[in-house]
């Protein structure tokens, strides 16, 4: 296969896939979707200037070849650029590829001094509290020190307060403003999409099913962003 029919392959591809992730209405030149779709999607921003040039080599390629002579033979280097794109977009990785860790939770029942005990021995920011099999929240640093700063306003004794179960310390707000659960069959992109839309994101909480109380098989936080990279550059 020549370098300019797979190369028009590559880019039928990725017109079809942008206008997949665009939803929007009218018939968009391709340069226009680009534009349109790196607002919101890292894979077409970081190849925003490569596709770019792909539409305009497309354009003479397409425009002024005939059926004996292709006008213009895209080189190695820019084939394979165009073609790891349309993988990326149509077969992107996903979390799956990634280890799954050994979160270190704590029962429902537990008390907030154990909670802050197992914090202290792990070191972990993000806590999360099961019940059995189930995940009922997740415990944070800045949910811990914000309800033992209001027991001290209240003036409460704080020995005592420190046996609240750490169920009831749960607020479900969190869940929804700090932690984006997602599934093994999600994408990385997507992992990486949540950090950049919401910067009060904690962590990424992968579940066997996708699904919030299911058993957590990672937890991603933002030091996990330079190896999701690595995934998407690989």
């Known amino acids: 296969m020549s370098n300019a029919i797979e190369f028009i392959s590559a880019y039928n591809t990725i017109d079809s896939r942008l206008r997949a992730l665009y939803r929007g209405k009218g018939n968009l ?12 999607n890292n894979t077409v921003r970081k190849y925003e200037e490569d596709l770019l040039l792909c539409a305009r080599l497309r354009n003479v390629i397409v ?21 790891h794109i349309a993988e990326l977009l149509s077969m992107p990785p996903r979390l799956s590829v990634l280890k799954e860790k050994n979160v270190t939770g704590i029962d429902a029942a537990a008390t907030l001094a154990d909670a ?29 020190v914000r309800v033992i ?12 307060f420190l046996l609240t179960p750490c169920a009831e310390i749960l607020q479900e707000e969190d869940m929804t403003r700090f932690y984006r659960v997602l599934g093994p069959r999600d994408t990385v992109q997507e992992a990486l999409d949540a ?31 330079p190896q999701l990279m690595r995934i998407l550059e690989d």
């Open 29 to 40: 030149q391709f340069s226009d979707l680009v534009r349109r779709c790196a607002e919101f």
């Open 116 to 144: 802050l005990v197992r914090i202290a021995q792990t070191n972990y920011s993000n806590l999360p509290v099961c019940r059995g099999d189930r995940t009922v929240g997740i415990l944070n640093n800045r949910r811990v």
């Open 149 to 160: 700063g209001q027991a001290l306003e209240r003036g409460e004794d704080l020995d005592e």
């Open 195 to 225: 950090f950049e839309n919401n910067r009060k994101l904690l962590a990424v909480v992968v579940t066997q099913s996708g699904n919030a109380g299911d058993k957590i098989i990672n937890l991603l936080t933002s030091a996990d962003i």
């Open 63 to 83: 425009h002024e070849s005939n059926k004996d002579r292709i006008i213009a033979e895209p080189c190695d280097d820019m084939t394979q650029l165009i073609c």
